[in-house]
């Protein structure tokens, strides 16, 4: 939608805990939703995505969520590791569906 | 596979100097996109071309700011003049189609500064 939530902007867990992030989006429509990784000084990398029609996708130790009724997907990232510390954007697509819009960032502190 | 390449990776300006970043996205891709991601924000999209038209640039300040793709291919983004509000990381990113469900790849970023 035209506005991405993204909560919390910080977190910080202890190495092998799970860290969730959560995005909340503005348009019903809106029908696939990305998760972006960045370290620091890097470009973003597709870590996983979601579209509508599932409610969950899982890779090894990330996974995402979707509630299309609460218009708000989470990732899951279970038994973190310090590689994991990064900061994580949501997106989610604009109303007319061409544009991706982000969330602000979700920065990981994984202490070792 | 070769990534997006950007140039150059750092520039430092005086304000109201001009400046251009360069992009090379992935080849094949048809769409473009170059984003602004200031220090602790989520990029925000400028301007996003399929081929060598521009499908949104509803966010970009063109009073300043012009991009342009004139082969469909490599596209330069350039500010003139600039401000000291314009210091962030310059993203470039491709996609093989136009869509909000197209995985986007990113370049390096060219990070500004300007003084």
Same mark, same amino acid.
């Given at each position: 939608g035209e506005n991405v939530e993204q909560h919390p902007s910080t977190l910080s867990v202890q190495e092998g805990d799970s860290a969730v992030i959560k995005c909340t989006y503005?348009?019903?429509? +809106?029908n696939y939703f990305p998760w972006y990784k960045q370290e620091l000084g890097k470009r973003p990398q597709l870590i996983i995505d979601i579209r509508s029609n599932v409610g969950e996708k899982k890779d090894q130790r990330i996974a995402v969520t979707l509630n299309k009724t609460a218009k708000h997907f989470s990732l899951h990232i279970t038994e973190?590791?310090?590689?994991? +510390?990064a900061v994580y954007f949501c997106a989610a697509p604009d109303t007319g569906g061409f544009k991706t819009i982000f969330g602000a960032g979700t920065r990981l502190f994984v202490k070792a | 596979e070769a990534g997006v390449a950007q140039s150059p990776r750092y520039k430092i300006i005086e304000k109201r100097q001009s400046v251009a970043f360069w992009c090379n996205p992935i080849s094949g891709h048809a769409t473009l996109y170059w984003y602004q991601q200031i220090l602790g924000q989520g990029p925000k999209l400028l301007i996003q071309f399929q081929n060598n038209g521009v499908?949104?640039?509803?966010?970009?300040?063109?009073d300043r700011f012009s991009a342009e793709r004139l082969k469909g291919v490599d596209s330069t983004l350039k500010i003139q003049?600039?401000?000291?509000?314009?210091?962030a990381v310059y993203l470039c990113a491709s996609s093989?189609?136009?869509?909000?469900r197209e995985t986007q790849y990113f370049g390096p970023g060219t990070r500004l500064l300007v003084l």
């Open positions: 503005s348009d019903s429509a +809106s973190t590791q310090p590689e994991d +510390s | 499908v949104d640039d509803s966010q970009l300040p063109k003049p600039a401000k000291l509000e314009d210091s093989l189609a136009t869509g909000s």
